[in-house]
């Protein structure tokens, strides 16, 4: 089995000095996200799905396009979710994260005042992934070590969304105890693909972090992050 997470390309946080909530992306978000489409449309997808937030829909068009398919969308792939600062100016949004950065380490667990808390938002990538798998046959083996069980034949699953769910969801299936700032953790390009394969062993399978953040696709001025 391959989990193929790709994030969004890059969005217009701010227009003429305010915030914008659920952005667009910009023209360059625009340019990677159909570059993206063409690096991957010649692999075979079983599943291919997106996050709801615009960001996320509008890199997986392209994709979606690509591949002869209708857009499909996975709710629980939604990005952790930020206080309501739509038309607020700039320097709001920027001052908040200045403080939370300055917090300690425990302390980030309470997130932006307002906004999603990282212990409810892992939670809720935690949940979400975990159903979606069972329902695809993957279950983890009780074991003090990252395993899993696969009943059902191989699957390649794409999963467009965010760093932030991204690097949970890469976590979670490693096996890897979560922090507070996992798009700090694991740094991931805007329209980058990341990949985890499942690797059989005598009793199930362990899954494998076989690429982060591959944009080896982009020109160099359109990598951003």
């Not at 829909?57 to 709710?75: C, H, I, N, Y």
């Not at 994260?97 to 808390?117: F, I, M, T």
């Not at 769910?165 to 990341?194: D, K, M, Q």
Request: hydrophobic share 35%; net charge negative.
């Amino acid at each position: 089995m391959e989990i193929v997470l790709i994030r969004h390309g890059e969005p217009e946080w701010v227009v003429d000095g305010l915030n914008i909530d659920n952005p667009p992306l910009t023209a360059r978000g625009h340019a990677q996200a159909q570059a993206m489409a063409e690096f991957i449309r010649n692999e075979h997808f079983d599943e291919v799905y997106c996050s709801p937030l615009v960001r996320a829909r509008q890199t997986a068009a392209p994709l979606f396009q690509a591949l002869g398919r209708d857009e499909s969308v996975q709710p629980w792939l939604e990005e952790i979710r930020n206080p309501l600062w739509h038309g607020t100016p700039q320097e709001r949004a920027d001052e908040a994260y200045r403080q939370d950065r300055a917090r300690n380490s425990h302390e980030r667990w309470d997130g932006l005042v307002g906004g999603e808390p990282p212990r409810e938002f892992v939670e809720r990538i935690h949940t979400g992934c975990m159903a979606f798998l069972t329902e695809r046959g993957v279950t983890r083996i009780e074991s003090e070590l990252s395993m899993w069980n696969i009943t059902d034949p191989p699957r390649k699953i794409a999963l467009v969304a965010h760093a932030g769910t991204n690097s949970v969801v890469i976590c979670h299936v490693l096996g890897i105890a979560p922090t507070p700032w996992e798009w700090e953790r694991f740094v991931i390009g805007h329209a980058t693909v990341s990949r985890l394969e499942a690797m059989k062993m005598g009793d199930g399978h362990s899954f494998s972090l076989t690429s982060l953040s591959d944009d080896e696709y982009l020109p160099r001025t359109d990598r951003t992050r």
